[in-house]
């Protein structure tokens, strides 16, 4: 998608200066060149496909049965490079990252164990105070 938009704010000079004078004549181009949808309000990522059922078993390349960090950032960065899932345009995607695993990582010891881990999807409501 592309679109471009002009705008015009003309104004009399009737100053001899060389300064610009504040009332100058201001011309604005402005071409949109990429578009891209953002997420629903609350999440960073979400998923493009159908999450799988092994998600966890998945993450765990070393087979521990515990994700560490750099496990769940590569495999989060490989299902945005694969189109399986997206970050939050416009923020950074290693933080974004961080934040996920410290959601999950949920008695701060620096790994995810299977009983930590749920999605956001599984997860009971709850009334923000």
């Keep these: 998608m592309c679109a ?3 705008v015009f704010f003309l104004v009399r000079n009737t100053e001899k200066t060389d300064e610009v004078p504040g ?3 201001l011309v604005f181009d402005i071409e949109l060149v990429e578009l891209e949808e953002g ?3 609350g999440y960073m990522f979400i ?3 159908d999450v799988s059922p092994d998600l966890f078993t998945e993450m765990d390349t070393d087979k521990n049965a515990e994700v560490e960090p750099s496990e769940f950032t590569d495999y989060i960065m490989r299902q945005v490079s694969e189109g399986k899932g997206r970050l939050a345009p416009g923020f950074d995607a290693n933080r974004i990252i961080d934040n996920m695993f410290s959601n999950q990582d949920r008695d701060g010891d620096g790994k995810i164990t299977e009983a930590e881990f749920r999605l ?3 997860e009971a409501p709850h009334d923000e105070l």
């Design 39 to 41: 997420l629903p309000e």
């Design 120 to 122: 956001k999807a599984d």
């Design 23 to 25: 009332s100058a004549v």
């Design 4 to 6: 471009s938009v002009s």
């Design 47 to 49: 998923w493009n496909d």
